[in-house]
């Protein structure tokens, strides 16, 4: 398992009243955020199925993903270890806790998110088979 720790600030400095850049066809992207509080990007993943995604994060709190163009599913694990495909439905948001990551089915960066998170948190990243080998589901963590 691979841990990575985020701390604040942990967005880029922005203007204030103005529109912001975006930079597409890129797999995540934070845009804005506010010290110690929150932090929103946009997330567009490579995986056009869920049999190419290998490895699934978990953050140490939950975070909130909206499809704003597109299309996207989330494959999400939870701590048992059930796999379920979530298909994301525009400006219909889904708060995540459980091991996630995504997939565009029309294509690489086929759909866009805005992601909404914590300025500061810890992310956990597993394989597959480090979350189906575990028969007793994968753990609280």
């Known amino acids: ?3 990575v720790k985020t701390r604040h600030p942990s967005f880029p400095n922005v203007k ?9 066809r890129k797999r995540w992207q934070v845009l804005c955020g506010d ?16 049999e190419e995604i290998k490895i699934l994060e978990k953050h140490d709190c ?7 163009d597109g299309e996207m ?17 525009p ?5 995540v806790k459980s091991w996630h990551n995504g997939f565009c089915p029309n294509g690489k960066y086929g ?3 805005i992601v909404v998170e914590r300025d500061e948190f810890t992310t956990y990243y597993k394989s597959i088979n480090e979350l189906k080998i575990n028969p007793k589901g994968v753990g609280n963590v």
Not at 16 to 24: A, H, N, Q, V
Not at 76 to 85: C, R
């Open 111 to 113: 759909g866009v998110s």
């Open 73 to 89: 599913s989330l494959l999400i694990i939870d701590d048992k270890g059930k796999e379920k495909v979530v298909k994301l439905k």
């Open 1 to 3: 398992m691979k841990i």
């Open 91 to 95: 400006l219909r948001p889904i708060f």
């Open 16 to 24: 204030f009243d103005e529109l912001l850049k975006i930079k597409l």
């Open 62 to 68: 939950p975070e909130l993903f909206m499809l704003i």
């Open 35 to 50: 010290k110690e509080h929150y932090r929103v990007g946009i997330y567009s993943p490579e995986y056009t199925h869920r």
